[in-house]
């Protein structure tokens, strides 16, 4: 059996398998074309580091719905090929920013430079029930897969969120 040389052997063990939740979700988010398109080349832009940003817009009955995506830095500086540190100080900006408009930061994406748009249990370990999470896999400085996880019911592990692309 032939493996992707885009799937590093950390995420077929045990523990990175363990954050999925392999049920199907009823959810979706639902996402414009022009976001899905800018978040390929911010992970392309920042190639071989990892990006990351917020999603912006709303909570519904079936999921999220997004209206704008905005990249904030990656404070991570000692392990930026992959992990992430979101910038707090422009989480906080975006987030004052929004009061009053009807709209608000219901999710965080990143990038995964030459590995899989799959969850890790370092994501695992810092996500938001409630919110969405959209991971690119960018594999030699190009866009190959994109990917939304949300955290499960019981709070444990990431399902597979479906993604409805809009005009």
Known sequence: MTTSVYEPERFRSTEYLAVLDETESTSQLSIPASCLKKIRK?????????????????????GWTISEVRQVDNLNSERAADRFELDPAAYQR????????????????????????????????SAWEGFAYPIVSICDGK???????????????????RILETA
């Not at 190639?47 to 519904?60: D, K, M, S, T, V």
């Open 42 to 62: 911010e992970g392309e832009a920042g190639y071989p580091h990892e990006i990351c940003g917020l999603l912006i817009g709303n909570l519904a009955e079936q």
């Open 94 to 125: 975006i987030d004052r920013e929004l009061r009053g408009s009807g709209r608000e930061i219901i999710g965080v994406y990143h990038s995964h430079p030459n590995a899989p748009a799959k969850p890790s249990p370092t994501d695992l370990g």
């Open 143 to 161: 866009a190959s897969d994109l990917r939304c996880w949300s955290i499960n019911d019981a709070g444990s592990r990431f399902q597979q969120i």
